[in-house]
C-alpha cells in the first residue's frame, strides 16, 4: 500500500542546498574517530545526504540523522543533491585560487558519499534512522543521545535561531555528552561571536571549548565548538 506523503517541519524546502559529504570529513570537523562511536547514540542534525549516519552504524553507533528534506522519496532527493552540488561547487569553479584538480576529488567524494547514502535511506518510516526534522523541535527524549553532531547550520545560516538551537540539543543530550558544532563563522565568512555563547554556556552549567580543526583550516574556517552538557538544563 502507498505511504501518504510526510508533511515537512520546513516551510520552504527550496531554501535548502543538500551535501552529501562523507564520514571522513565528520572526522576532521569535529575531532573525533568513528570508531570511537560504537555503542554510543549519535545524532547528525541535519543529516543531507551524507554517509555518516550509514558509515556510523557500520562501525557499531546507533544513529538518527535529521533533515527537513527527508520528506521527500530517494529519487526527489536524489535529483535535488545532484542539482545542489553543482550549484555547491559551481561556485569554487568560478574562483581561480582553487585547484581544478582538488576540485574533482572533492565532487568525486561527495558522489560516492551520496551513492551510500541512497543505499541506507528508507524516507517510509521504517527505521529510525533518518527522520524528518529541524532546530529547534527535535522528536526525540530528554538526555537521549551521547553525541549529537551539527554541521553547516547553527552560526552559518539564520534559518534557525543559534540560541534556540542549542537550547533543544542540550535538552536531548546526557548529562556529560557533547555537542559539536562546525563552522564557527557565517555563510559570508564572517566569524559568529562565540564567546557571547560560551559565556551563556558557563552560567547555565555547561561547558564549551574551541578547538583547531584540520577541516576548512586553508579557508581560515577550521574551527569547531565543543559543548559538554552539565548535570542540568535550564
Known amino acids: 500500500m502507498q505511504q501518504p506523503p510526510r508533511s515537512s517541519p520546513w516551510p520552504d524546502l527550496d531554501r535548502l542546498i543538500v551535501s552529501s559529504r562523507p564520514a571522513r570529513d565528520y572526522e576532521l570537523m569535529f575531532a573525533l574517530e568513528l570508531a570511537a562511536l560504537a555503542g554510543r ?5 541535519p543529516g543531507g545526504a551524507s554517509s555518516f549516519a550509514a558509515e556510523a552504524a557500520d562501525a557499531g553507533a546507533d544513529v538518527s540523522a535529521v533533515d527537513p528534506l527527508y520528506v521527500l522519496s530517494a529519487d526527489e532527493l536524489r535529483r535535488r543533491l545532484a542539482s545542489d552540488v553543482e550549484l555547491a561547487f559551481g561556485v569554487h569553479d568560478e574562483r581561480p585560487e582553487i585547484d581544478s584538480d582538488w576540485l574533482a576529488e572533492q565532487k ?50 539564520d534559518a534557525v535561531d543559534p540560541d534556540a538551537g542549542l537550547r533543544e540539543l542540550l535538552r536531548v543530550v546526557r548529562p556529560g555528552g557533547t555537542i559539536r558544532i562546525h563552522p564557527l563563522v557565517a555563510s559570508d565568512g564572517v566569524p559568529y561571536p562565540v564567546e557571547r555563547v560560551l559565556a551563556w554556556l558557563e552560567g547555565d552549567g555547561h561547558r564549551g571549548e574551541v578547538v583547531e580543526v584540520p577541516y576548512g583550516k586553508a579557508r581560515g574556517v577550521g574551527r569547531s565548538l565543543i559543548v559538554t552538557r552539565g548535570a542540568a538544563t535550564r
Open 41 to 45: 547514540r549519535v545524532l547528525d542534525c
Open 108 to 157: 568525486e567524494r561527495w558522489r560516492v558519499a551520496g551513492e551510500r547514502f541512497f543505499a541506507d535511506y528508507r524516507p517510509d518510516g521504517r527505521t529510525r534512522r533518518y527522520q524528518p526534522a529541524v532546530l529547534p523541535d527535535l522528536p526525540f527524549a530528554d538526555a537521549e543521545f551521547d553525541v549529537a553532531l551539527v554541521s553547516h547550520l547553527l552560526f552559518t545560516y
